[in-house]
């Protein structure tokens, strides 16, 4: 952010600070929260630890020959992608117990409910990892910030004593097709040992030092509590001018589908 730029958005923090503070719509406790939540997450850095979750047992996946439970895909198997078919390299795994009446946020997987991004997508619920990203409008959005409450939302598992999770990567980094939604394979920024199955990685490949995959696309993402702030600074200013980032406005076109299809 240039010295101009960051000028005027204190400018406009200020002002609407004044604004809300008036209104009483943002409090203290919330501003904390915020803080606090970035912090757990390890996003204050502005970095992103590697969670690795990605897809729930029994989400589909679509390879050639129609679609598959994900923990049933194998490696060298091929699966449909935005750049044709390829193969898998390898799946990977991570299994979670509850260890308290309800599962962690971070844990506990969301719901996209079917048709939620589209007419066609996806084309039953899906449900991810809350870090894990869907390819909309050419960027990556982790799926944590497309919750509206009612076609993307928290799924109800508090039943369950244990979720499983699998993660398939590719030699490069991808989008497949999960449940016919758009989803993105494993990106690797550094070791795999948060996979129960990294054993078997290093037994396929060894300890292998591999350059760190190039994104798809760019993944975008809310950054510490100045990034949080910044997105409600840019909620709070839309109905006077439409300032949204393509998070946003993805969420809002999805939230607005909501009122008008079934769920």
Not at 16 to 21: H, I, K, Q, S, T
Not at 46 to 60: A, D, I, K, S, V
Not at 203 to 231: D, H, I, N, Q, W
Request: hydrophobic share 40%.
């Amino acid at each position: 952010m240039t010295h101009s730029s960051r000028r005027r958005f204190l400018e406009i923090s200020a002002g609407l600070a004044g604004r809300v503070a008036a209104s009483g719509a943002l409090s203290l406790p919330i501003l904390a929260s915020i803080s606090k939540r970035a912090k757990a997450d390890g996003r204050d850095d502005g970095g992103e630890r590697h969670h690795y979750h990605c897809f729930l047992r029994g989400t589909r996946i679509l390879t050639p020959s129609g679609d598959i439970p994900v923990e049933d895909v194998t490696i060298g198997a091929l699966v449909e992608t935005l750049n044709g078919p390829l193969p898998v390299r390898w799946i990977g795994h991570q299994r979670f117990r509850k260890d308290s009446p309800s599962w962690h946020w971070s844990v506990a997987p969301i719901r996209v409910a079917r048709f939620a991004l589209s007419d066609q997508h996806p084309r039953r619920d899906l449900y991810l990892s809350p870090k894990h990203s869907l390819f909309i409008d050419g960027f990556l959005i982790p799926v944590e910030w497309l919750v509206n409450g009612r076609s993307i939302a928290l799924a109800t598992m508090d039943d369950r004593k244990v979720i499983e999770y699998f993660h398939i990567e590719l030699d490069t980094h991808e989008v497949v097709f999960a449940e016919g939604a758009p989803s993105e394979t494993l990106l690797i920024g550094g070791d795999r040992e948060d996979f129960a199955n990294f054993v078997e990685y290093e037994r396929l490949y060894g300890r292998e030092e591999r350059l760190a995959m190039k994104s798809f696309a760019p993944v975008l993402t809310y950054k510490g509590g100045r990034g949080e702030l910044e997105r409600l600074l840019r909620l709070a200013l839309s109905p006077v001018i439409d300032i949204r980032d393509p998070i946003q406005r993805a969420r809002d076109r999805i939230a607005a589908r909501a009122e008008l299809v079934v769920m």
